[in-house]
């Protein structure tokens, strides 16, 4: 018997597509991140997050399919991330994470992972 992971024990894609379009749809309202994400393509940039996302914990390797290694530091090089960004998008990650029916200690591996991730990713100091 092969042990389930933690993309499977969530709710698979269901629930990573919960997760994602409810924090895009509070970055679509952030006045701080809406202006970062490409204007007309807030759709893409959730599609590219769900399947990292998805395959980060676990699941098909779709991302890597389309969109080559991951690179997030490179990635995100062209983003102005200061700690107010960073703030804003852990802002908007916590209330989807909150949102999903799951466990609370797999909630709790999410978010660390999220917060971990996103400190990663900053590349700028404070003004
Ligand atoms: C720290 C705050 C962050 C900010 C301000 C930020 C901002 C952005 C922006 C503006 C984009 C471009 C949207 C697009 O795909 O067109 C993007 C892409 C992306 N972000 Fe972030 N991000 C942050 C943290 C994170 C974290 C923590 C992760 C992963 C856990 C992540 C994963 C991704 C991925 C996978 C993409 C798509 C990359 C690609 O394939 O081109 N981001 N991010």
Redesign the pocket.
Known sequence: MTKENFYQRIGGEETFEQLVSHFYALVSLDP??RP???ED??H??AE??M???MQ?WGGPHT?SE???H?R?RM??A??P?DSK??D???RC?KSAVTELEISESDREELWN??E???????NMADE
């Open positions: 701080i991140l970062m994400y490409p393509d807030l893409g940039a590219r997050l399947l990292f996302l980060y991302y389309m969109r080559g991951p997030l990635r995100h062209q983003f991330i960004a960073r804003a998008w852990l990650m992972y999220l971990m991730a996103a400190q990663s990713l900053v």
